[in-house]
């Protein structure tokens, strides 16, 4: 029983690997259809869920890569969790963006069983340069759960 915890680009790598049944909605869009370089962006976090323990419902997350899931239709859909998703709208808290539609309502931040143990996507810097203080709780979590 183990984890792997993927922060940013490396998810890409696990999706792959794991042959996990989810995808990147940004991955082929162009910057003039998206584009979201170093901004704080509003979330929501299921604090119910081990991983989002001790987090508020509504938080800050630094978005820095092209990053947002889906979790694809497939008759291994229990084995994934949402922890963090972006909100519907108002997403930019500060910075800018160009696409917002592309990321609203999409999960953020994922957790995929895998035999015993789990596998941790997130698609924003919950440790970024040790600014994100408010994000850090879910990066320890995912390490402790």
């Known amino acids: 029983m183990g984890?792997?915890?993927?922060?940013?680009a490396p998810c890409e790598f696990a999706i792959k690997a794991f042959g996990l049944k989810v995808r990147n909605?940004?991955?082929d869009l162009k910057t003039k259809e998206f584009f979201c370089p170093g901004?704080?962006?509003?979330a929501n976090?299921?604090?119910?869920?081990?991983?989002?323990?001790?987090?508020?419902e509504r938080s800050l997350v630094?978005?820095?890569?092209?990053?947002?899931f889906e979790i694809l239709p497939s008759g291994e859909n229990d084995r994934y969790e949402v922890v963090v998703n972006y909100r519907e709208r108002d997403l930019l808290q500060s910075g800018w963006r160009i696409g917002e539609e592309k990321l609203s309502g999409?999960?953020?931040m994922v957790v995929a069983?895998?035999?015993k143990g789990k596998i941790v996507l997130f698609g924003f810097k919950p440790q970024h340069q040790a600014q994100t203080h408010g994000t850090y709780k879910l990066f320890f979590n995912a390490l402790l759960s």
């Open 3 to 8: 984890a792997i915890v993927c922060l940013n």
């Open 25 to 27: 909605t940004l991955k």
């Open 39 to 42: 901004s704080t962006l509003w």
């Open 45 to 56: 976090v299921n604090a119910r869920h081990p991983m989002g323990f001790v987090m508020q």
């Open 62 to 68: 630094f978005f820095w890569d092209k990053l947002a």
């Open 106 to 108: 999409r999960p953020a």
């Open 113 to 115: 069983r895998e035999g």
